[in-house]
C-alpha cells in the first residue's frame, strides 16, 4: 500500500531535483550565479513556502550556496520579492555546489 512519497514522486526530494535541473537549464556554466528569480519562474507550481524551505535546506546542507546579489541599488523589484533572508540579509543568487568526489 504505498508508503511516503510514492504518490507519483520519483525521489525522497523532488523540489531539489527539480532546483538541480532548473539550474542546469538557467546557468550557461558550471558555478555561475542564477537569480532567484528565474528560478521561480521556472517553478510556479511549487509553494514559495515549500521552495524556500527546500533552497534553505539545500544550502545548510551544502548542496547550493545562495548569496547576495553584489548590485543591490540596481536590483528590480522582481529581483527583490525573490529573495530569502538568510544571515541577516537578502539573498538574491544561487549557485549549485557540485558534489565532492572521492579520491579511491
Given at each position: 500500500?504505498?508508503?511516503?512519497?510514492?504518490?507519483g514522486?520519483?525521489?525522497?526530494?523532488?523540489?531539489?531535483?527539480?532546483?538541480?535541473?532548473?539550474?542546469?537549464?538557467?546557468?550557461?556554466?558550471?558555478?555561475d550565479?542564477?537569480?532567484?528569480?528565474?528560478?521561480?519562474?521556472?517553478?510556479?507550481?511549487?509553494?514559495?513556502?515549500?521552495?524556500?524551505?527546500?533552497?534553505?535546506?539545500?544550502?545548510?546542507?551544502?548542496?547550493?550556496?545562495?548569496?547576495?546579489?553584489?548590485?543591490?541599488?540596481?536590483?528590480?523589484?522582481?529581483?527583490?520579492?525573490?529573495?530569502?533572508?538568510?544571515?541577516?540579509?537578502?539573498?538574491?543568487?544561487?549557485?549549485?555546489?557540485?558534489?565532492?568526489?572521492?579520491?579511491?
Amino acid at each position: 500500500m504505498g508508503g511516503r512519497g510514492s504518490a507519483g514522486r520519483s525521489s525522497a526530494r523532488p523540489v531539489d531535483s527539480r532546483v538541480r535541473r532548473a539550474y542546469a537549464d538557467l546557468a550557461e556554466r558550471a558555478g555561475d550565479l542564477v537569480s532567484l528569480a528565474r528560478l521561480r519562474d521556472t517553478m510556479p507550481d511549487v509553494d514559495r513556502v515549500e521552495l524556500d524551505a527546500t533552497l534553505l535546506a539545500m544550502d545548510r546542507r551544502g548542496e547550493i550556496q545562495l548569496e547576495p546579489d553584489p548590485h543591490r541599488i540596481a536590483l528590480t523589484q522582481r529581483a527583490r520579492d525573490a529573495a530569502i533572508w538568510l544571515g541577516g540579509e537578502d539573498m538574491h543568487l544561487f549557485t549549485v555546489i557540485p558534489p565532492r568526489q572521492e579520491s579511491p
